[in-house]
């Protein structure tokens, strides 16, 4: 027969496996201020420790709406099948705040993400790929917003 005491101690021993395999859930961080601080791509990839220039690619994937009718309610996915991949960066350019979107991405990770974001006008959306051996690179799109949204 099962108990309260029962399932909570095993409720408590799944959850220690879980934590020590590193599987334990994380809550989304900005821990990284300077970069959501930034006004431009350059500093926000400056923030996050990227030393070299970003170079366009095609073997990242950006889908965005050619025209959005609402700013308020964007959906955006970037995804990409480069190796050692480290970091992907979601930027809207004329956003009061540009950097929307790091994602922290390893090995165990597919760096594949789908974001509803808010577009103050229309503007360059740009999807960046930090790589494990310092190469970042990117790829971007023109969204033309009917209505703004970001309180601009």
């Known amino acids: 027969m099962s108990t309260r005491r029962t399932a909570l101690q095993q409720s408590l021993a799944v959850a220690g496996l879980l934590a020590t395999a590193g599987l334990w859930p994380q809550p989304a961080q900005a821990y990284t201020k300077a970069a959501f601080d930034a006004r431009n791509?350059?500093?926000?990839?400056?923030?996050?420790?990227?030393?070299?220039?970003?170079?366009?690619?095609?073997?990242?994937?950006?889908?965005?709406?050619?025209?959005?009718?609402?700013?308020?309610?964007?959906?955006?996915?970037?995804s990409?099948?480069?190796?050692?991949?480290?970091?992907?960066?979601?930027?809207?350019?004329?956003?009061?705040?540009?950097?929307?979107?790091?994602?922290?991405v390893s090995e165990n990770i597919e760096p594949s993400f789908v974001i509803n974001t808010k577009l103050a006008e229309s503007t360059d959306v740009v999807a960046v790929a930090m790589l494990a051996d310092g190469r970042t690179l990117f790829?971007?799109?023109?969204?033309?917003?009917?209505?703004?949204a970001c309180g601009a």
Do not use: D
């Not at 960066?89 to 922290?104: C, Q, R, T």
């Not at 790829?139 to 703004?148: E, H, I, N």
């Open 80 to 104: 990409t099948t480069l190796p050692n991949v480290r970091r992907m960066l979601l930027l809207a350019e004329k956003n009061p705040s540009p950097l929307v979107a790091l994602f922290n």
């Open 139 to 148: 790829t971007k799109k023109q969204v033309k917003v009917t209505l703004g």
């Open 41 to 78: 791509l350059a500093e926000a990839l400056r923030a996050l420790g990227g030393q070299a220039a970003p170079a366009p690619s095609r073997e990242i994937e950006l889908a965005v709406p050619e025209i959005a009718e609402n700013g308020a309610l964007v959906r955006v996915t970037l």
